[in-house]
């Protein structure tokens, strides 16, 4: 008896101890909203991608049946076959403001000619887009109403690891679902989001959620559910929010000029791994390191080079590259960045003025052209003088083209024909005789940098000479 009653007192204590969300989303629910948009496809745009549906479960097929576009009348003033159907998708949101104001993913209303908000109580709402950031991912709808329901706003930046969160949204199109878990990691980068220290939770996440608020256990939005890692199609235990810090800077801007203004320092940059931090005499991998400067650019003007690692940013230390964008990303054109730096072994402070992030990227033109005198090495790679034309082209003073890769190091590392090598072992290459007289020099069984541009795009490469 004594057993049964310790058993049933551990059982209470286990139960205390867990959180219980049930207040939270009572009061948190009326606020998240599901977001639907139409565009209007030509026939011929999605003709052949209705996939056979037969032999899945009924529910799952009508539910992809909804999803998928549907046959509509051809569009007045259009080629004959050529009917419009209309791709529908589905997403999440939550308002912000009592006047309407709704955030969201920009992916979920990307390319829509129309969206829908469909609140708590079921009535929808045409939203208009007040402005889009796709390098956050966010965007701002906004839509009619007065003492509407909304979210109350967080602190991302107070979030910790191990802390229970919860998002509510629509997967799958099941309105206001609840899954909770806790924060596995904050400030994750993504390849090709340069600009969000992502929020990593272990929340169930799936398609539908996207776009619908991560809270804390305050029922504060501490971020927005963005994306997932999934070798499935579905959840598996890696969910990433933008931060709500972040997603309301973009989208007080948005609100009050349409578009998001960046600092930019104009160079490229890349990881510090084990065998470059080596190369460089740091004591360990950390930083950024300078694989290219932008001509004319912030860094330019303001003596950054390349090969320059950056290991602080205004008082931030960098410890993966990542994180020198978010940085300076949240700086405005005009003010000013103080970058302390490695150059050649040496630390070296530098006050740069950061500018705005361009629209568009800026892309040198890929080197490719005949060499003149050619000179091989021990590297197994045979490299000719860049001719005035492909150095202007390239904006460089010197430099070598790869013309041929032989068996060895060069072939080791994936050096190609094409390949231009502007920098080995710390020096800058002024000729193909300069190259062989450093090459000569290099040391043995210990890690040496080699600073690539390949297509326009500046890359260094470690590699070890045994012999």
């Keep these: 008896m004594a057993a049964v009653l310790m058993l049933g007192q551990v059982a209470t204590a286990q139960a205390e101890a867990l959180p219980d969300f049930t207040t939270l989303v009572e009061q948190a629910s009326p606020a998240v909203v599901n977001i639907s948009t139409r565009q209007k496809l030509p026939d011929r745009a999605v003709a052949g991608q209705m996939p056979d549906l037969e032999g899945l479960p009924p529910m799952l097929r009508e539910f992809l049946e909804r999803s998928m576009p549907n046959q509509g009348p051809r569009a007045p003033g259009s080629p004959k076959g050529d009917r419009q159907r209309e791709a529908q998708s589905l997403g999440s949101g939550f308002i912000i403001s009592a006047d309407g104001y709704v955030l969201t993913n920009n992916h979920v209303v990307e390319g829509a000619d129309e969206i829908l908000v469909r609140l708590s109580d079921r009535s929808e709402l045409k939203a208009k887009l007040v402005g889009t950031d796709p390098r956050t991912d966010v965007a701002v709808l906004k839509i009619e109403g007065k003492d509407l329901p909304t979210v109350k706003l967080g602190d991302s930046e107070k979030l910790k690891v191990g802390e229970w969160v919860l998002a509510i949204g629509s997967p799958f199109g099941f309105d206001h679902s609840a899954t909770k878990g806790i924060v596995s990691a904050k400030?994750?980068?993504?390849?090709?989001?340069?600009?969000?220290?992502?929020?990593?939770?272990?929340?169930?996440?799936?398609?539908?959620?996207?776009?619908?608020?991560l809270f804390n256990m305050s029922g504060e939005v501490v971020g927005i559910n963005s994306q997932i890692f999934t070798r499935s199609g579905g959840f598996m235990g890696l969910s990433f929010a933008i931060p709500i810090n972040v997603a309301m800077d973009v989208a007080n801007q948005l609100k009050a000029g349409g578009k998001v203004n960046r600092g930019w320092l104009g160079v490229v940059i890349q990881e510090v791994n084990k065998d470059l931090a080596e190369s460089f005499g740091l004591d360990k991998p950390a930083g950024a390191l300078v694989a290219q400067v932008l001509e004319d650019g912030p860094a330019a003007k303001g003596g950054l080079q390349v090969g320059d690692?950056?290991?602080?940013?205004?008082?931030?230390p960098i410890v993966m590259s990542a994180d020198l964008p978010q940085i300076v990303g949240n700086l405005k054109d005009g003010s000013k960045v103080q970058l302390d730096v490695i150059r050649e072994g040496k630390r070296k402070m530098l006050d740069i003025t950061v500018g705005a992030?361009?629209?568009?990227?800026?892309?040198?033109?890929?080197?490719?052209?005949?060499?003149?005198?050619?000179?091989?090495?021990?590297?197994?790679v045979s490299v000719a003088d860049l001719t005035a034309e492909q150095q202007k082209s390239l904006d460089l003073k010197g430099g070598v083209i790869i013309k041929e890769v032989q068996e060895g190091p060069a072939s080791l590392i994936g050096l190609q024909p094409g390949d231009v090598i502007t920098h080995l072992?710390?020096?800058?290459?002024?000729?193909?005789?300069?190259?062989?007289?450093?090459?000569?020099?290099?040391?043995?069984?210990?890690?040496?940098?080699?600073?690539?541009?390949?297509?326009?795009?500046?890359?260094?490469?470690?590699?070890?000479?045994?012999?």
């Design 187 to 213: 400030g994750r980068s993504l390849p090709n989001d340069t600009y969000v220290p992502f929020i990593q939770t272990d929340v169930a996440i799936n398609p539908g959620n996207s776009g619908g608020p």
């Design 309 to 316: 690692v950056i290991l602080n940013a205004n008082g931030h």
């Design 357 to 380: 992030l361009p629209d568009e990227g800026q892309e040198m033109a890929a080197a490719d052209g005949a060499g003149a005198e050619r000179s091989s090495n021990r590297l197994g």
């Design 425 to 467: 072992n710390n020096q800058a290459i002024s000729s193909a005789k300069n190259f062989t007289e450093v090459a000569k020099g290099l040391p043995k069984n210990r890690s040496v940098s080699l600073r690539v541009l390949r297509q326009g795009r500046a890359s260094f490469i470690t590699f070890k000479l045994a012999e």
